[in-house]
């Protein structure tokens, strides 16, 4: 049985420190599913990242959309928010700091 990659979920993927996040994790193999309410933006994220990037256009309020974004058989390994939204009961002090962490921490073997 072949080990599958880690795999995170960033909202707000389209552009800015959650690109860069998405393209973090991407490089250091990941597969990331991004979240954003921006088409044109995940678009351009997906075609300089390739495969290991699974975007979708989602708003993150609304829990439904998000559902069906998500593989509910699927293992996440890491969860960042970068949408400018509180969506989680997470603070978003506790959210960004655990982000910057998880963009900068190799995965334990």
């Known amino acids: ?3 599958q990659p880690p795999a995170a979920l960033v909202t707000g993927a389209a552009s800015g420190m959650g690109a860069s996040v998405a393209a ?4 250091e193999g990941w597969r990331v599913v991004a979240l954003d309410v921006d088409p044109a933006g995940l678009a ?3 075609e300089s990242l390739g495969e290991r990037l699974v975007p979708a256009r989602v ?3 609304d829990r439904a959309a998000v559902a069906a974004a ?3 058989d699927a293992d996440l390994d890491a969860v960042v ?5 509180d969506a989680f009961a997470v603070s978003r ?3 960004m700091y655990r982000a ?3 963009a900068v921490v190799a995965r334990p073997s």
Do not use: E, H, Y
Request: proline share 4%; no cysteine; charged share 20%.
């Open 100 to 102: 910057s962490k998880a």
């Open 70 to 72: 998500l593989d509910p």
């Open 59 to 61: 708003d993150i309020r």
């Open 81 to 85: 928010n970068f949408a400018s939204i």
């Open 24 to 27: 973090r994790f991407v490089a």
């Open 1 to 3: 049985m072949t080990q």
């Open 44 to 46: 351009r994220l997906a």
């Open 93 to 95: 002090g506790q959210l």
